[in-house]
């Protein structure tokens, strides 16, 4: 049997630092799909690079979007995969990720001085909510009033 492939420019440069013995170092795109190197190893996990987090999933791939890792949700920027921390808006809805390791949080949270209600899927409530059988009132900006 004959295969083709089409390669790339950057993909035959790396094929040939690899073949030549250098060692690959950093991110590398590889059809259409970023990937992490240390070492000329493909990394996985949770990586911190240049003091951003990373998720790269067993194939190495970048994750982007939502993730859930180990029982916590976790945002990852869709442009360039870094994990996002702090208040976050996800079309309509806001989130809260913890500033120190970025999970999504739920229940209350206090923000600044200001006291939050972060629905079960971790979505900042508004308006007039009934929380555990009693009624709460919250700002259009989320705050509890």
């Given at each position: 049997m004959n295969y083709a492939v089409k390669l790339n420019e950057k993909a035959l440069s790396f094929i040939y630092s690899v073949i030549k013995g250098h060692s690959i170092d950093g991110w590398k795109l590889i059809s259409d799909t970023w990937y992490y190197y240390k070492n000329s190893n493909k990394q996985t996990g949770w990586q911190s690079?240049?003091?951003?987090?990373?998720?790269?999933?067993?194939?190495?791939?970048?994750?982007?979007?939502?993730?859930?890792?180990?029982?916590?949700?976790?945002?990852?920027?869709?442009?360039?995969?870094?994990?996002?921390?702090?208040?976050?808006?996800?079309?309509?809805?806001?989130?809260?990720?913890?500033?120190?390791?970025?999970?999504?949080?739920?229940?209350?949270?206090?923000?600044?001085?200001e006291w939050y209600y972060l629905n079960s899927s971790g979505a900042m409530v508004t308006g007039s909510q009934t929380i555990d059988g009693k009624v709460y009132n919250f700002a259009s900006s989320g705050e509890w009033i």
């Open positions: 690079i240049n003091g951003k987090w990373y998720y790269l999933e067993t194939s190495g791939s970048m994750s982007t979007g939502w993730k859930y890792v180990r029982g916590r949700w976790y945002y990852l920027d869709k442009t360039n995969g870094d994990m996002k921390t702090g208040w976050y808006k996800d079309g309509s809805t806001w989130y809260y990720l913890d500033p120190t390791n970025g999970d999504m949080k739920t229940g209350w949270i206090k923000v600044s001085g």
